[in-house]
């Protein structure tokens, strides 16, 4: 058998053959936001992320105006860009938004979080996060588990536009000190971990009952793409958004190397209380909260899953 390879091997760009160079800088550029590091004459470019010679390398030599590879036929089946963390994909998800670039599939696979699209020129690309190593979930005997379930794309998005956490300024000489507060506890992360995972499956069961009525009313979606176009830009799908702020919170306070207290966790738990109360005579969440529990099984379950955790949690 032979010998490991040196752990500390990385790949380090990929370089492409493509038919339009200003088309494909456009879009690796304009959109995903890479910088232009060094043009070869109109037929090649080279780009970088924090001033790297180059990533990703691009050119026409063999390929001006050629087409894509058809289906069936070997060849690159996608190369990965790695986010430092989960709002750097989230920005890299609201630029694709933002310049309306469809997704062929979004995955949480346990260690990582992923976006799946092609550029211009069909080539798979690959963008995603990866979760601290010590998160990962593993069998017995250590080995690493991977999976494929639905990522919640809109959580996602919210994760982009959140704040950075501003650390409070020194008190000022002679000011009496303010209080430490208690800092969030093992037992507290985990509680949080697991809520934060049962308001997941809530929320994936709420937006399949959104998306039937929806369709119901005004006709198939079609493709995933669609579907996530219309869940942040169509009013039909707002309400689900005070899940998914509260997912994205939830998910930055369980962080290992986060900021936050007990007092954050109890005020997180409060207002997932508070948020899922159905009412029939309530404001439009609660309303659509409550015509969900009617119609759909799932969500029943996921709700009554929710609950239980917060009474575990009080």
């Known amino acids: 058998?032979?010998?490991?390879?040196?752990?500390?091997?990385?790949?380090?760009?990929?370089?492409l053959k493509v038919a339009d160079l200003e088309r494909a800088v456009a879009f690796y550029s304009?959109?995903?936001?890479?910088?232009?590091?060094?043009?070869?004459?109109?037929?090649?470019?080279f780009l970088s992320a924090g001033g790297y010679h180059h990533h990703i390398g691009l050119n026409i030599w063999e390929s001006r105006d050629g087409a894509a590879p058809p289906p069936g036929t070997t060849g690159l089946y996608h190369f990965a860009i790695r986010y430092p963390d989960r709002a750097s994909l989230g920005d890299a998800l609201r630029r694709l938004v933002d310049a309306r670039i469809p997704l062929e599939g979004a995955a949480d696979h346990g260690v990582s979080e992923a976006l799946y699209l092609r550029d211009p020129d069909g080539n798979?690309?690959?963008?995603?996060?990866?979760?601290?190593?010590?998160?990962?979930?593993?069998?017995?005997?250590?080995?690493?588990?991977?999976?494929?379930?639905?990522?919640?794309?809109?959580?996602?998005l919210a994760d982009a536009r959140t704040p950075a956490i501003v650390s409070e300024e020194s008190p000022a000489p002679g000011a009496p000190a303010t209080p430490r507060a208690e800092s969030l506890s093992d037992g507290s992360r985990d509680r949080l971990r697991t809520l934060r995972q049962l308001l997941?499956?809530?929320h994936k069961a709420l937006l399949d009952d959104a998306t039937a009525a929806y369709e119901m009313d005004r006709g198939r979606v079609g493709s995933a793409g669609n579907l996530l176009q219309l869940v942040i830009h169509?009013?039909?799908f707002a309400w689900l958004r005070q899940i998914s702020e509260l997912i994205v919170r939830i998910d930055e306070a369980a962080s290992v190397d986060g900021a936050a207290t007990e007092a954050d966790a109890?005020?997180?738990?409060?207002?997932?209380?508070?948020?899922l109360v159905p009412s029939e005579h309530g404001d439009a969440f609660?309303?659509?909260?409550?015509?969900?529990?009617?119609?759909?099984?799932?969500?029943?379950?996921?709700h009554a899953a929710v609950r239980r955790a917060l009474k575990g949690s009080a």
Not at 30 to 45: D, H, N, P
Not at 126 to 138: G, H, M, V
Not at 286 to 302: D, H, N
């Open 1 to 15: 058998m032979a010998q490991p390879i040196d752990p500390r091997v990385t790949i380090g760009h990929v370089h």
């Open 30 to 45: 304009g959109v995903l936001g890479f910088e232009v590091t060094q043009r070869w004459q109109k037929s090649a470019a």
């Open 124 to 156: 798979g690309i690959e963008l995603y996060w990866d979760r601290p190593q010590e998160t990962w979930p593993r069998l017995a005997d250590g080995s690493v588990v991977m999976g494929t379930e639905p990522l919640d794309v809109q959580a996602l």
């Open 200 to 202: 997941i499956a809530l």
């Open 234 to 236: 169509d009013p039909w």
């Open 266 to 275: 109890r005020t997180l738990v409060d207002q997932v209380d508070s948020l």
């Open 286 to 302: 609660a309303c659509r909260y409550f015509e969900a529990l009617q119609r759909q099984p799932g969500v029943v379950l996921a």
